[in-house]
């Protein structure tokens, strides 16, 4: 079943309502996501969403990411750092309105942010 995004004509984006823990990240962690617009079934390989990823302070994950789908990302808020270590040192920092493109199959981070950080993702299956 192929998944579509809706139709959405500059809708407000409600920054405080609507976020839930991120899958993929530890429980706990305060890593939430607030969907955009669309779906995406890794499952079944199929979809495309647009989503919302907010990083709490002081976080950091310990191993690269790696997954099957289209990633693009922009980091709009906040300090963003990749390629720390699996205890949160070291890692090149990146500013607000910076931009990755990473097709499936790519390793990826780890990632911390010292003081929390807003990012906009946009992952697909093409």
């Known amino acids: 079943m192929v998944m579509h995004k809706q139709h959405i004509e500059f809708a407000p984006v409600d920054r405080e309502h ?13 890593v939430l996501h607030k969907i955009l617009a669309g ?4 499952s079944a390989g199929t979809g495309s ?7 709490p ?9 790696v997954h099957s789908y289209w990633e693009e990302v922009v ?7 990749v390629g720390n270590d699996s205890r949160g040192d070291g890692g090149e920092r990146f500013q ?8 499936p ?10 003081g929390g950080c807003l990012l906009l993702e946009l992952h697909d299956y093409r």
């Open 18 to 30: 609507g976020w839930e823990a991120a899958p993929g990240y530890p429980e706990g962690s305060g």
């Open 39 to 42: 779906a995406l079934d890794e």
């Open 49 to 55: 969403r647009t989503r919302l990823l907010r990083f």
């Open 57 to 65: 302070a002081r976080f950091h994950t310990r191993t690269p990411f």
């Open 75 to 81: 980091l709009l808020e906040g300090d963003l750092w």
């Open 96 to 103: 607000p309105l910076t931009y990755a493109c990473r097709p």
């Open 105 to 114: 199959g790519i390793h990826h981070g780890p990632f911390k942010s010292v």
